[in-house]
């Protein structure tokens, strides 16, 4: 299994905006579901955004529903989340997974819990006041 690998990660002021990029590995079927998730400092990591292999269904979390787009370029294998208007409530690590296509729509993905392992590197987001 190989990890993913975020990146675009960046310190920025509330209001800004910041671009994500993720190559998830891994379920080599033709469909597939791809989500964000984002950890602060003492939380529990929390789904932010998911979408499905053909790019026709996509879900968010209630705090960046508006502010925040996922998005992927299959061409390319990556996986991308366009954050603006950010708030200092939206620093966190955040990192992106690969999982069954039938998370996305069951609702399951944000709660989507692999093996300590899997996770990558992950990227920090910082959003200072």
């Known amino acids: 299994q190989v990890q993913p690998v975020e990146s675009g990660g960046g310190s920025v002021q509330a209001g800004g905006s910041l671009r994500l990029s993720c190559a998830a590995s891994?379920?080599?079927?033709?469909?597939?579901?791809l989500a964000w998730f984002r950890q602060a400092p003492g939380k529990e990591r929390e789904g932010v955004a998911g979408?499905?292999?053909?790019?026709?269904?996509?879900t968010y979390a209630d705090s960046v529903k508006g502010r925040f787009t996922i998005s992927q370029d299959n061409a390319k294998n990556t996986l991308y989340l366009q954050m603006n208007s950010l708030k200092p409530e939206d620093t966190a690590m955040y990192y992106c997974?690969?999982?069954?296509?039938?998370?996305?729509?069951?609702?399951?993905?944000?709660?989507?819990?692999?093996?300590?392992?899997?996770w990558g590197q992950g990227t920090q987001v910082t959003v200072s006041s």
């Open positions: 997974a690969k999982m069954w296509v039938g998370n996305c729509y069951s609702g399951s993905w944000a709660s989507f819990s692999p093996p300590s392992t899997y």
């Open positions: 891994g379920y080599t079927t033709s469909r597939y579901c």
């Open positions: 979408i499905d292999s053909e790019g026709s269904f996509t």
